[in-house]
């Protein structure tokens, strides 16, 4: 629908997913329960390889959830959709590589839904901040996940004062991969993504599902897991066409044709 304030497009193997929401892309249940569905469909289309999520206009990619609505009625702890808020970052078997293109402010629940992506590029004018503290209420999932992205005293001022940074300092951080400049961001976005697509999609599901599940494990006690058969990816990946073809590839020196399969 050209009203709904999630727009997607399909480039070979990439759904691009941009929050068109005016004027700051904030979220709200209803728009959060949308965004659940359309990367859940992602999630099991297996001709979509790579999603890149953005923002539209200049200024915001999306400043999180949407206070107007929430006094309008909108609860904190209502239906997000199957993904959580923001439809990414509780979404369960997420097995497909996520580029997050930040072309603006980024802050609060939008920086938490950036932080659910794999990879971060961000506009030379990107911003970034928790200011969730100046309101009374805690950023939930920044204050898991940030500590163990960056350096945990960065986080935690981020966390106790809200704190702005600009791109600059977020890669010094190692909070974000790329800085460029605002026109070249989608190009650069749909570069990494056509390369992602072009790679093994079993051994990105394979990746993906091992970094999450060892998350808060022991390295043996990860490794056992994987030794012992116990992730489905890995085990999909080992018994697969692509396995073979790889090493095919590879001793007939040609580049491979995967087929995820």
């Known amino acids: 629908m050209s009203d ?5 497009e399909i480039r070979g193997h990439v759904l691009e997913v941009t929050l068109d929401r005016p004027k ?16 859940r469909d992602f999630r099991d289309d297996p001709k979509l390889r790579v999603a890149i999520i953005t923002g539209a206009g200049e200024k915001f990619f999306c400043p999180g959830w949407d206070l107007k609505a929430a006094a309008d009625g909108d609860a904190v702890d209502g239906d997000y959709g199957v993904g959580g808020f923001g439809g990414l970052q509780e979404l369960p078997h997420m097995n497909k590589p996520v580029i997050a293109a930040i072309n603006g402010i980024c802050c609060g629940g939008g920086l938490e839904l950036a932080l659910s992506a794999d990879i971060l590029l961000a ?7 928790l200011p969730e503290i100046r309101s009374g209420t805690v ?34 951080w190692g909070m974000i ?13 749909r ?3 056509d390369l992602l697509a072009s790679g093994p999609p079993l051994v990105y599901a394979a990746i993906k599902e091992v970094v999450r599940e060892a998350e808060d494990m022991k390295f043996q006690d990860a490794l056992n897991r994987i030794t012992k058969s116990q992730l ?10 692509d396995q073979l073809e790889g090493a095919r590839a590879f001793t007939e020196k040609r580049d491979p044709v995967w087929k995820g399969r």
């Open 24 to 39: 700051a892309n904030a979220i709200d249940l209803a728009t959060s329960r949308i965004m659940g569905q359309v990367f």
């Open 177 to 189: 991969n790329q800085i460029h400049p605002a026109a070249e961001l989608m190009a650069k976005a």
């Open 4 to 8: 709904s304030p999630i727009k997607t």
């Open 123 to 129: 506009a030379e004018h990107a911003t970034f901040a």
């Open 191 to 193: 570069e990494m993504a």
């Open 139 to 172: 950023a939930d999932a920044a204050s898991i996940k940030l500590p163990k992205r960056i350096p945990y005293h960065i986080a935690m001022e981020m966390l106790l004062t809200g704190r702005w940074i600009d791109a600059e300092e977020a890669a010094r």
């Open 232 to 241: 489905k990816t890995v085990e999909t990946l080992y018994r697969s066409e």
